[in-house]
C-alpha cells in the first residue's frame, strides 16, 4: 500500500505562485510513477502532470506548459507541482497519484486503472 497526502492548495491571485507536495508512505517511493490530476468543478477529471519513477521523463498537459513543473525527490518520498502564472481555469482540486506499472506517458490514457490516489487539494485562483 502507499499513502498518498497533498498539501500546499490554498487561494492565490491571478498571475500568482503555487507549490504543491505530494508526500508517500509506504512502499518504496521511487518505484512509482507518479502523476498530478485535477478535477474542476462540473469538469472531467484531466492528467495535468506525470513524471516517471526516475525523474527523466515528464508530460503536461497543453494549457499548463511554460507554466507548470513537475519534479520528485526520491529521497524524500516527494512529488511537487511548481504553478506559476496561475489563471482563473487553474481552478481545482488537484489530486496525486501513484503507480507502479502505468507510465507517464500513459497516465492520460488509463486513468481508471492509476493504483493510488490522494484525497486532493484544493487550488483556488482569484481573476
Known amino acids: 500500500q502507499v499513502q498518498l497526502v497533498e498539501s500546499g492548495g490554498g487561494l492565490v491571485q491571478a498571475g500568482g505562485s503555487l507549490r504543491l507536495s505530494c508526500a508517500a508512505s509506504g512502499r518504496t517511493f521511487s518505484n512509482y510513477h507518479m502523476g498530478w490530476f485535477r478535477q474542476a468543478p462540473g469538469k472531467e477529471r484531466e492528467l495535468v502532470a506525470a513524471i516517471s519513477w526516475y525523474g527523466g521523463v515528464a508530460t503536461y498537459t497543453d494549457s499548463v506548459k511554460g507554466r507548470f513543473t513537475i519534479s520528485r525527490d526520491n529521497a524524500k518520498n516527494t512529488v511537487f507541482l511548481q504553478m506559476n502564472s496561475l489563471k482563473h481555469e487553474d481552478t481545482a482540486v488537484y489530486y496525486c497519484?501513484?503507480?507502479?506499472?502505468?507510465?507517464?506517458?500513459?497516465?492520460?490514457?488509463?486513468?481508471?486503472?492509476?493504483?493510488?490516489w490522494g484525497k486532493g487539494t484544493l487550488v483556488t485562483v482569484s481573476s
Open positions: 497519484v501513484a503507480d507502479p506499472w502505468i507510465t507517464a506517458q500513459a497516465m492520460n490514457l488509463r486513468v481508471d486503472d492509476l493504483t493510488y
